[in-house]
C-alpha cells in the first residue's frame, strides 16, 4: 500500500521553543493531508486539514496561530508547533490519500512530542 | 458522518477468530464502513472497508448486516501481533472528507 513518512519519530523540546513535524507521501501525491493529535489512553483528534496551495483549516478549538502548517508541494506537509508548552506534549499523526482516487487513507508512523 | 458504538474491549485467545462488532444504526446510503487499528505508539493502519456486501482480503474479513446498520470485523486466526485498538469508521469516501475517530475497541489477544 501506499506510504506516508513522518520525521522525526520523536523529539524532544523546550518550553518556548518550536518544533517542526515533517509528513510526506512517498508513492503518490496528496492534495490534502490531515494532522491528528493524540493524548495517552485516548482516540486519535483531528486537528486541521492541509491543503496543498491553499490555507489549512483547523478543527473548532485548535489554535492555527499555535499550530503552523504548511503545504507546499503534492507529497509534502508540515506542522510547525509554535512556543511549545509541556501541555503540548502527544503523539502526534499525519494522514494522506492518494490524489484522485477515492480509498483509504493511510497514516504516518505519528511523532512523539515531549515539551520539558 | 454517522456515529458508531464499538465496545471498549474483548479478549481474545490466541489462534481463535476475534470478532468485532460495530453499530452504525444512522448510516446512510452512500456510507462506507472502514476499519484501523492502532498498535501501541504507532499510526493506525487500514485493515478493510465495504459498502454493503462482505469483503475479504489477507488481514480480516468484514461482514455487513442487510440493513447496514452493524457490522462484525473478523480476524480469522488472531495472534499476538493482533493486540490493537480497533476503529470503525462510517464516512463518505470522496477524497477530501475527514476520518473522525470514536474510542475503538481495544482487542487483547491471550496466550
Known amino acids: 500500500g501506499a506510504v506516508v513518512s513522518q520525521h522525526p519519530s520523536r523529539v524532544i523540546c523546550k518550553s518556548g521553543t518550536s518544533v517542526k513535524i515533517e509528513c510526506r507521501s512517498l508513492?503518490?501525491?496528496?492534495?490534502?493531508m490531515f494532522w491528528y493529535r493524540q493524548f495517552p489512553k485516548q482516540s486519535l483528534m483531528l486537528m486541521a486539514t492541509?491543503?496543498?496551495?491553499?490555507?489549512?483549516?483547523?478543527e473548532q478549538g485548535v489554535e492555527k496561530d499555535k499550530f503552523l502548517i504548511n503545504h507546499a508541494s503534492l507529497t509534502l506537509s508540515t506542522l510547525t508547533v509554535t512556543s511549545a508548552h509541556p501541555e503540548d506534549s502527544s503523539f502526534y499523526i499525519c494522514?494522506?490519500?492518494?490524489?484522485?482516487?477515492?480509498?483509504?487513507?493511510?497514516f504516518g508512523q505519528g511523532t512523539r512530542l515531549t515539551v520539558v | 458522518d454517522a456515529k458508531t458504538t464499538q465496545p471498549t474491549s474483548m479478549d481474545c485467545a490466541e489462534g481463535r477468530a476475534a470478532n468485532l462488532p460495530c453499530n452504525h444504526s444512522?448510516?446512510?446510503?452512500?456510507?462506507?464502513v472502514y476499519w484501523y487499528r492502532q498498535i501501541h505508539s504507532q499510526g493506525p493502519q487500514y485493515i478493510i472497508h465495504?459498502?454493503?456486501n462482505n469483503e475479504t482480503n489477507e488481514m480480516a474479513s468484514l461482514i455487513i448486516t442487510e440493513d447496514r446498520k452493524s457490522s462484525t470485523l473478523i480476524l480469522p486466526h488472531a495472534t499476538l501481533r493482533d493486540t490493537a485498538v480497533y476503529y470503525c469508521?462510517?464516512?463518505?469516501?470522496?477524497?477530501?472528507?475527514?476520518?473522525?475517530f470514536g474510542s475503538g475497541t481495544k482487542l487483547n489477544v491471550k496466550p
Open positions: 494522514s494522506a490519500r492518494d490524489f484522485g482516487k477515492n480509498t483509504e487513507a493511510f
Open positions: 508513492d503518490f501525491q496528496a492534495t490534502t
Open positions: 492541509s491543503n496543498e496551495g491553499s490555507k489549512a483549516t483547523y
Open positions: 444512522t448510516i446512510s446510503g452512500n456510507e462506507y
Open positions: 465495504g459498502l454493503k
Open positions: 469508521i462510517v464516512r463518505v469516501p470522496y477524497n477530501f472528507n475527514k476520518f473522525y
